[in-house]
DNA sequence: CGTCAGCTTGACCGCGCTCAAGGCCAGTGG
DNA sequence: CCACTGGCCTTGAGCGCGGTCAAGCTGACG
């Protein structure tokens, strides 16, 4: 079921034909949850692991005075809640930005699975690294970026997720953001997403229209944004590992004493 | 040895007088190494994971054009390198901010200790979610935060750390950065980091000279920078567990089937 | 006593914000 | 089929937060 999970931990980790089947089975499709709702309130102490299927969902930070910004978001194939298995300190919150149809799959049976195939954990650990890593890359984009880099950061970091679970092709994706959620993202107001759009169009770097994004010249639109996308593509260096037993056997394939294909 | 971090892991998860020792007796302290120099460049691989004994350092990412933004600090008590246990992405460079002295623990060693003791795998996982819970509310600052705010909220931050290894008390702590420090960590400019320093001067709500800040009333400041330091001692839901056999072994103290103490 | 790093201050500028009005759909109901 | 509505995008005008440039100050150190 969850089609681009598998087609993104694949490239992670190689999975064999019974990692994928393991995978199906163990997630059940559920219900469509309308748009702008919240699915996982701050503090909250999921039990299931969830992964999108369709729609974009977001984690999100918000102030009494009504400020918010979008901490990450949440595309087919990402998962929202691995602190079912991996507990996690939840103090933001989930919420949908379009109508979103999710998989759960039970902590317990998720460990299991993982427990029976080393690559399976080891897909799931990478995920969870690109994730830091992408909050890593936000914080810097934030921190020293301008808006229009900001934007052209954000609009290259999208398609390559898009793209890695086949979302997206050459020419570019659908986006169903509205400005007000990219300022929200990058930190910047509305009206002035506005007119960086404007100005990235100008340059003939991008098109976007009824939420089809269009980025003629990626490699043009990654110099604005000085994106490098490696940080998106993990792999543990080769390590000739010679770890204790239980950990070991565990961690090993985290580790990658073997090189991923 | 690692004083400070052995203090903050028993925070976390209660260590016993022998966890304590495993620590000392795993860390090996070496040598100072200058301020303002490179630990570990972007791309490396460590062998070792290192903590921080005393002074300063700082995460960050460079541009060719000489911007700079700090992605996270490093302060006495913090793990430099988890990715010689649990590899990672390190797609930034670390380096000094003051003098630094630390230790290096063997990552398989570290490995075969939390191995023996759940307590100090449980640790060290909180202590890793701690970072993660951080480098998201550094997200959120730098996105919808003034100025004032996020130099406010980093300092906030900072007494909350420092605090938790005994590096501060009720009134102040040693600040050993630099306004381009802060700058390039709140992603403002140095002259404007002065401006507001000398305006939370004013408001009575800091004193800073000679490196020594103190914060007379904490929760006068805690209100300007919207601080809210829970996420700076993540403990994780009490859950009962029914894992599978090995991993349930691992990472059960994890999953903190046991309240923490 | 000179030097140098870091702090401070002033003047000016511009990126990005706010407020406000208008335009463009897509969906809805008459 | 068309008027109406509401969400979202667009555009203009004016302002202010924070940037830049430049000079002077302060204190630690040799």
């Not at 998989?103 to 897909?123: E, F, K």
């Not at 092709?169 to 929200?184: K, S």
């Not at 490098?228 to 037993?245: F, K, N, Q, S």
Request: net charge neutral; aromatic share 6%.
């Amino acid at each position: 079921m969850p089609y681009h999970l598998i087609r993104k931990l694949g490239r992670y980790a190689g999975l064999s034909t019974v990692d994928e089947e393991m995978l199906r089975q163990l997630a059940r499709a559920s219900g469509w949850v309308g748009p702008r709702s919240d699915l996982l309130r701050e503090g909250a102490a999921p039990r299931d692991v969830c992964v999108i299927l369709e729609g974009w969902a977001c984690a999100y930070k918000q102030l009494e005075d009504g400020r918010r910004q979008i901490i990450a978001y949440l595309m087919p194939g990402d998962v929202c809640s691995m602190a079912a298995v991996f507990p996690d300190v939840i103090n933001y919150t989930t919420g949908t930005l379009t109508s979103v149809r999710m998989a759960q799959m039970s902590g317990r049976a998720l460990l299991t699975t993982m427990d029976r195939s080393p690559r399976i954990l080891r897909a799931f650990w990478l995920d969870m690294l690109a994730a830091s890593a992408i909050q890593r890359e936000w914080t810097a984009s934030l921190g020293f970026l301008t808006a229009r880099e900001r934007i052209a950061h954000l609009l290259c970091e999208i398609m390559t997720r898009l793209r890695a679970v086949g979302l997206a092709d050459a020419e570019g994706c659908f986006l169903p953001l509205t400005q007000e959620d990219l300022g929200e993202t990058v930190g910047i107001s509305t009206v002035h997403v506005n007119r960086t759009l404007q100005d990235l169009r100008a340059s003939g770097l991008i098109t976007l229209k009824r939420q089809q994004l269009a980025i003629p010249d990626f490699a043009a639109l990654q110099e604005v944004a000085r994106f490098d996308g490696a940080y998106l593509r993990p792999a543990p260096t080769a390590r000739d590992a010679d770890h204790p037993a239980s950990l070991r056997s565990i961690l090993d394939p985290v580790l990658g004493s073997a090189v991923c294909p």
